[in-house]
């Protein structure tokens, strides 16, 4: 019998927020992952910009004798080392709601990043608007996966102009698909998109908004280095990452699967080597993929840091602006009091935290528009004044 043939699933599982029970893998499995760091390691240098600058950064790191935590990590590797159970089998919520909207799309419009790459995006327009929403998309998904329901309902209800932007390597964007060159540059992209959505709107109050780890992404954005003035923030299903801990526990299908080197890879060399490894896998079923071909199955290690707050508690603790979070009671990933305990560590005074009964994860995109128009509207100076 073939050793290899004995061998355990390599692939991680992550139910999104909170590592799984680890188990021993045996040496092959170290073996194939050191060989997918040397690989890496040799196309992200071949990528590189500068290859002199690269090189040279190694340099400083041998040079520093950064060398030797670097070392013992890669010693891990041709260890017996820990990983995550294997890939599960079926859907870890329902998309049944999403595949039966309706609602017309509305075209795809682009703007230019500050490094050149098209970003899209989706504009709903009433005739008159009173405030604006840019509104974030959750993990692997775009600005077509349900988010046009919302956008228009809440645009023809409450005169609220919404728009969806496609993270970079998601949806109509451009860029290699959920890839970035750097965690800040997905950053910088929110207030490039900020900058022209209040551009086009001056004078009227401007919320930020996003549905699952779109959230994270706003979190991080607001709380970074180069954050924008908005009126308050819409936090919809809300996913702070893993170091949150608002997970329901015992999740029969965890969303996404995580491969752990590359982000041992990343923090060792300080941020030099691994950042475009693909190191979060989404379980997005078979059926839901052959719909929507542009759904991302994968997202790299800078594009995964830009969507985790580090820490969400403190993070959250920065934030003074009005905040309105909505999540579903019947929500399949996240536990409903826990988020909302976490989010009760928000340093705002205006905070408005509800469960929604009989709404999921996604379902809740098709009927949220109920409470959040009138929240941002409450919060206008046209509705201050009712």
Sequence with gaps: MH?????PERRGRLAVGEP??????????ALADLGDVVCLVDCILAKSQSLRRAKAKVAVLFAKKRWIPVLLG??????PCCAFGAEPDGSSFSFAELATSPTQLAPVQTLKASDGTELAFREYLPSAPVAVLVLYHGGGAHSAAGYQTLGRNLADRNRIAVYTPDLRGHGASGGPRGDAPSSAQVLEDIGTVLDAVRSRHPGLPL???GHSSGVGAVVNFLTGPHPRPVEGMVLISPEFGHFAAVDRPNLPHPFASVSVMPFILNSMS???LGGHCMAIKFNYPPNVLKADARMVTENSVNMAGALTPASPRSQLAELRMPLGLWIGKQDELLDPTAVVNLA???ASQDKHLEVLEGAKHLSILMTV????GPWITSHTKTGAER
């Design 3 to 7: 050793q290899d043939a004995a061998r």
């Design 74 to 79: 890669l010693g891990i590797l041709v260890t």
């Design 20 to 29: 799984p029970q680890a188990k021993q893998l045996g040496h092959w499995d």
């Design 207 to 209: 919320f930020l908004g």
């Design 270 to 272: 300080g941020g030099l």
């Design 369 to 372: 528009q109920a409470q959040i």
């Design 344 to 346: 009760g560590a928000a």
